[in-house]
Structures are given as structure tokens and as C-alpha cells.
């Protein structure tokens, strides 16, 4: 009869205590490192060109008039764009009509660095909202339309959405009749408004450091003996036009980004700070 040790098969292994110290000492490790520097704007005017200009504590931009011929220059940018109309709105004239929302685009650029490091310089006090109706009346929307008031349509004080106090530029985009059904049609608006924040984007790259509002400093750090953690975003990517864009030339930017549909929905995978920068854009 064959005889077993008890003993043996229960007694736990030695601890190498060595090891233990070694594993419980290893140092974190910082990855990249994300300065955010924001300009904060306290005054949003219109006039014959592009400024920002700072006051004695904040900042002042002034964009294109909707009487000049800027807008109507943009329009050349795509066949596909009818008319584009850019509205400057302030926190207490919200109350008015607008098309179907497209995307609520803070105003963001590198000033070294690529997306997820570095420095960027960001725009507070002020966001973009894109909208879309073809000249049909057909609003650029997937799974309903969210066209009505804008005070009504917009969830205000929430990450992504303007506060109270902010201004907002309404970007309105009216397409060539049916164009908004496709791909096409939505990406020429983004196109078309990535051109209008460029325009902004170069003289906020522009801005010393120093004259920043507030800096905020963001590391993706490694730490060994800590559980490893994934947050997982689903995000639009559904047949011929329902998309999201990702890494753009510049944070929140669609110049330069990639579509979700064109790579088929694959995963991606991306850092803390690479969400943080701006890497993913909403498109409709």
C-alpha cells in the first residue's frame, strides 16, 4: 500500500523573505507627464479678425464678425457646406434656437509636446458648440435630434458641458440637401470648424506660460505593487456614419484623427493622460 506524508502535502511553502522586501520596495515610475496650462477668457467680442488679448486678470478674444465674408470663405472649404454661420453667445442670452447639437469642442493646442504630454494650452471661460442641419431641414444627428433652445438642450455645469458663466461660439453648419446622411456631410462641418479653432489654437500656442491663469500638473504613474486598472469607454462606431474620432493633430481636434469605423471598431487602448488631452472627439 502506497503511504502518504500528511504533512508534507499540507504545509505551506517556505516565504523567501528577500524576495518579499525586494518586491514590496520597487519604486514607481512615472510614464509621461502632462502640464495643462489654462486662459481663462472673461470677455468673448466680435471684430474684422482674430485676437486674444489679455486684460489685467484674464483674458479677451475676439473673433470674426458674422457680417464679414470669414464665414462664406469657410463655406469654400467643402462643396458640401451650403452656409456656416458663427455666433458669439453669452451666459445670459442663451434662450434661442439652434440645430441639432453635433459636439460641445473645448478650445485646446500643444505647445509642446504630442497628445497625452508635454504642455498644452487650453481656453476656459468659452467652448465651441458645433450644430447641423442640411437645407432640407434634415438635422445631422444619428439617434435623434437635439434641436430646440439652446439653454434647454444643454445639461450646463457637467464635465464636457459649458458652465453657467461661459461663453459659448455656436458653429452652425447647413449642408448641401441630404449630405448629413452620409459621412461625408458631418465630417466637412468638423472639417470646416477645425479651421475656425485653428485659427484660435495658433494664437493661444502662442502665449507665454506665464501669463497662464493656472497650471495644473498630471503624471501617468506606474506603480508596481498596486492592482492594475482599465476603464472601459464604449464609445459611437456604427455602420456608414455613426463615428467617433481619436488622436488628432491637436487635443479635441478632427484634422489629423482617426475613425473608429475605418478601423472597424477595434479596441484601442489609451493612456490617463491621452483621455485627459483630448484624444477622443464626438462627431454627431
Request: proline share 6%.
Amino acid at each position: 500500500m502506497t503511504q502518504f506524508n500528511h504533512t508534507s502535502q499540507t504545509s505551506m511553502p517556505a516565504v523567501d523573505s528577500s524576495r518579499t522586501e525586494q518586491r514590496a520596495s520597487t519604486p514607481e515610475r512615472i510614464m509621461r507627464q502632462l502640464i495643462i496650462r489654462s486662459f481663462h477668457v472673461s470677455e468673448l467680442c466680435t471684430g474684422t479678425s482674430f485676437s486674444l488679448i489679455k486684460n489685467p486678470s484674464a483674458w479677451s478674444l475676439t473673433i470674426p464678425s458674422d457680417d464679414g465674408n470669414y464665414a462664406e470663405q469657410l463655406c469654400l472649404s467643402d462643396p458640401l457646406i451650403q452656409k456656416i454661420r458663427i455666433l458669439p453667445i453669452s451666459p445670459a442670452y442663451r434662450h434661442i434656437p439652434i440645430h441639432s447639437i453635433m459636439d460641445i469642442i473645448p478650445i485646446s493646442v500643444k505647445a509642446a509636446g504630442k497628445i497625452g504630454e508635454g504642455i498644452t494650452h487650453t481656453l476656459t471661460g468659452v467652448y465651441i458648440v458645433l450644430t447641423g442641419v442640411d437645407e432640407e431641414g434634415t438635422p445631422v444627428c444619428a439617434f435623434g435630434s437635439s434641436a430646440g433652445m439652446l439653454d434647454e438642450q444643454i445639461s450646463f455645469n457637467k464635465a464636457g458641458t459649458p458652465g453657467d458663466q461661459d461663453f459659448i461660439i455656436l458653429f452652425d453648419v447647413t449642408l448641401r440637401a441630404k449630405a448629413g446622411l452620409s459621412r461625408h456631410g458631418p465630417n466637412a462641418a468638423h472639417h470646416a470648424c477645425d479651421l475656425f479653432c485653428q485659427e484660435i489654437r495658433s494664437l493661444l500656442k502662442a502665449k507665454s506660460g506665464r501669463e497662464c491663469t493656472e497650471s495644473h500638473c498630471y503624471q501617468d504613474v506606474i506603480r508596481p505593487d498596486k492592482k492594475k486598472v482599465a476603464i472601459v469607454k464604449l464609445v459611437s462606431g456604427q455602420g456608414a456614419m455613426y463615428d467617433t474620432h481619436f488622436l488628432g493633430n491637436e487635443p479635441s481636434s478632427y484634422e489629423g484623427s482617426h475613425s473608429i469605423i475605418d478601423i472597424t471598431g477595434a479596441p484601442i487602448l489609451l493612456s490617463p493622460n491621452e483621455y485627459r488631452d483630448g484624444a477622443i472627439r464626438a462627431m454627431y
